[in-house]
């Protein structure tokens, strides 16, 4: 599948004589959007040639990760189970299912879930925590938190096509580093990799270099996390809001909107040469939107308006 590029027109941005276009990936699927879709496309493939009924992941409470897979389980016939951080959110699910509308929409679409604390949820990937998992389930595909593997990695080096080949620059938010391994892998000669993390701290060059060994074509920028995952203050907010604005595209704050974000700054600060053509990857995650919407509301700070 194959999505659209939509020009980005910001007088900023024309001024400056740069060429920017966003790649809709948010476009694909109302409910498994973004890099979500590349990402599990394979994984399920997978799942379903070796007769497995059940798939497994993690993810906070917050996750685009688990809403998409939730909500893929159910339209291709497999059980969730969804691993959330945060123990204290299964106290009374009630309760935590009426003010999150993440694990609201994944569970209305058949994830079961396991809460556990945050200094467990750590222990995630070792081989104890896996098969005491096991004991307790039964069988089940493991896709990571994330969605990052192998798999995941070749669904994303599909979201290049040959119409990409004239930008200079492809840009995109960066979380486990599946997403950008795989444009990393499948982008044409010269053009260059701009990730842009959504955590803080360098761990993330070593994950991606593990993924993408012989590549040198590509670069993070770690200037726009804005404080780390899920941090968000009023410069954001209005800068997604006079965004959307400006020109249609929703872009959620905890990934897109802080690439586009520094994307913006970057130009200002003239590190794109004139002429120069840049392709930005929206990886989706609209669905997060109303959930931060919540948290913002809690602290007195304006809304995102989409």
């Not at 004991?135 to 599909?158: D, H, M, S």
């Not at 590549?215 to 006079?242: M, V």
Request: glycine share 10%; net charge positive; hydrophobic share 35%.
């Amino acid at each position: 599948m194959e999505s659209r590029n939509q020009s980005v027109v910001i007088d900023s941005i024309e001024r400056a004589g740069i060429t920017l276009h966003m790649k809709r990936e948010d476009e694909l699927h109302p409910f498994i959007s973004g890099n979500k879709y590349r990402k599990l496309k394979y994984n399920l493939l997978e799942a379903n040639t070796i007769g497995a009924n059940t798939l497994l992941s993690f993810g906070g409470a917050y996750s685009n990760h688990i809403s998409a897979l939730a909500y893929a389980g159910k339209k291709f016939g497999f059980k969730t189970i969804g691993v959330i951080r945060g123990d204290e959110l299964g106290e009374s699910l009630e309760t935590t299912l009426k003010n999150n509308t993440t694990l609201k929409q994944a569970f209305e679409n058949g994830m079961r879930f396991k809460f556990i604390s945050r200094a467990h949820y750590r222990n995630k990937q070792t081989d104890d925590f896996i098969a005491a998992l096991r004991e307790e389930f039964g069988n089940f595909y493991l896709v990571p938190e994330g969605g990052t593997n192998a798999l995941a990695i070749k669904g994303c080096e599909e979201i290049l096509t040959e119409k990409d080949q004239d930008y200079d620059f492809i840009c995109v938010a960066a979380g486990t580093g599946g997403t950008i391994s795989g444009l990393i892998n499948s982008a044409f000669d010269r053009q260059k990799i701009l990730g842009f993390p959504s955590l803080k701290g360098v761990f993330l060059e070593d994950e991606i270099e593990k993924l993408t060994p012989v590549k040198n074509n590509w670069k993070l920028i770690h200037n726009y996390h804005f404080g780390g995952y899920a941090k968000i203050n009023e410069n954001l907010i209005s800068f997604i809001n006079e965004f959307y604005e400006q020109t249609t595209i929703p872009l959620d704050p905890v990934y897109t909107g802080k690439m586009m974000f520094g994307i913006a700054d970057m130009i200002k600060n003239k590190y794109f040469n004139k002429n120069c053509k840049i392709l930005a990857i929206h990886t989706g995650g609209l669905q997060g939107i109303s959930g931060m919407n919540q948290r913002l509301l809690k602290k007195n700070l304006p809304l995102i308006n989409i």
